[in-house]
């Protein structure tokens, strides 16, 4: 490792945030602003979040411009598995040989064996597959650390990253925190952060999406105190309680305007006009210097129609496990 290196004037695209911490842009689909990695530049190096597949060759000439060799790189950790956080995972490890890889347990086997993971983001995203997120290369199942509940990560000199489960977005998710600067890497427990505008807006995907599971991890999130939240969509956020408020208001205005839609006509067209209607045009406007592509494919990944789609995935389900309960109780 170079630590003669010079980082008062890094490259565009990579952000010195101090304490030896750098983001770094992965340029999802060409785009900036999408979807933010983060180096660890501590004496046992880390990457969080690694983007697509085509963002690995982009986080190997940002983070060899930081001063490490490729076999510099201890460890490369995914907060889930969705591609656009995880889906360059296979390549990553290929680039830096010694980096162990980890994960939740519940995502493990899907970056040993992605086959599953793709066959369904190919029913997902249909044509679009290609063009956002590329192919998902399978990951030595060797170098895969599955961690559970919390897990820990050594950064070295004492500073390790501690692993906290955080699902409601996703079954796979967790979240982690810096020891040494209390930093909390929050992947898209909290939705999308918009750093031009400062709003932020919730991720609820199907088929995970699940409201109670989502405020538990808030709450969590709240206790652990941190100092910065540290977003994979997009970037380093200090005002921390004001932002995990904000986060779970504008959780729970998307989840009431698709319940008052669902509970009417049902009609999935007529819940995603709602909550542009009465949510997303809250919203302040882009810059006009802001590069309309990347909110466009911000609002691919975590617009009005996935969003209202995993609402509505998620009403329904209760709504069959209610009928399962009752159906049971009349039985007995």
């Known amino acids: 490792m170079h630590d003669d290196v010079d980082v008062s004037g890094p490259p565009e695209g990579i952000t010195p945030l101090g304490d030896d911490i750098f983001a770094i842009d992965t340029m ?18 880390c990457v969080v979040e690694v983007g697509t597949a085509a ?24 907060t889930h598995i969705h591609l656009d ?30 086959s599953r993971l793709m066959a369904s983001a190919a029913m997902v995203w249909g044509d679009r597959l290609e063009t956002l997120f ?29 692993s906290h489960y955080a699902p409601g977005h996703a079954k796979h998710h967790m979240g982690l925190v810096d020891s040494l600067t209390g930093d909390l890497y929050v992947g898209d427990a909290l939705g999308v952060y918009r750093p031009l505008t400062g709003d932020v807006s919730p991720a609820t995907p199907p088929p995970d999406f699940d409201l109670d599971a989502c405020l538990r991890t808030l709450r969590l999130f709240g206790d652990i105190g941190a100092q910065r939240l540290m977003f994979s969509h997009f970037g380093a956020v ?24 669902h509970g009417t006509t049902g009609d999935l067209d007529h819940a995603i006009a709602m ?6 045009s809250r919203y302040s406007p882009l810059p006009a210097d802001a590069p309309p592509e990347s909110a466009a494919v911000l609002d691919i990944l975590a617009g009005p129609e996935t969003n209202v789609s995993g609402i509505v995935h998620w009403l329904d389900r209760l709504a069959q496990e209610q009928a399962e309960r009752k159906a049971d109780g009349e039985r007995s």
């Open 238 to 261: 200090t005002a921390v309680p004001e932002t995990l408020d904000k986060a779970e208001g504008e959780l729970r205005l998307w989840v009431e305007t698709v319940r008052e839609s």
């Open 134 to 162: 590329g192919h998902m290369s399978p990951t030595d199942a060797a170098r895969i650390r599955a961690v559970g509940e919390t897990g820990e990560i050594d950064l070295g000199g004492g500073r390790t990253l501690v």
């Open 55 to 78: 963002s690995a060759r982009v986080l190997h000439g940002a983070v060899t411009r930081l001063g490490l060799a490729p076999e510099d790189l201890a460890t490369i950790v995914v």
């Open 275 to 280: 909550v542009r209607d009465k949510v997303v």
């Open 28 to 45: 999802l689909a060409g785009y900036p602003g999408v979807v933010s990695s983060y180096l660890i530049r501590s004496e046992r190096p």
């Open 85 to 114: 956080h995880a889906g360059g995972t296979g390549d990553m490890a290929a680039l830096f040989p010694n980096a162990e890889i980890v994960v939740h347990e519940r995502g493990a086997r899907h970056l040993a064996d992605p």
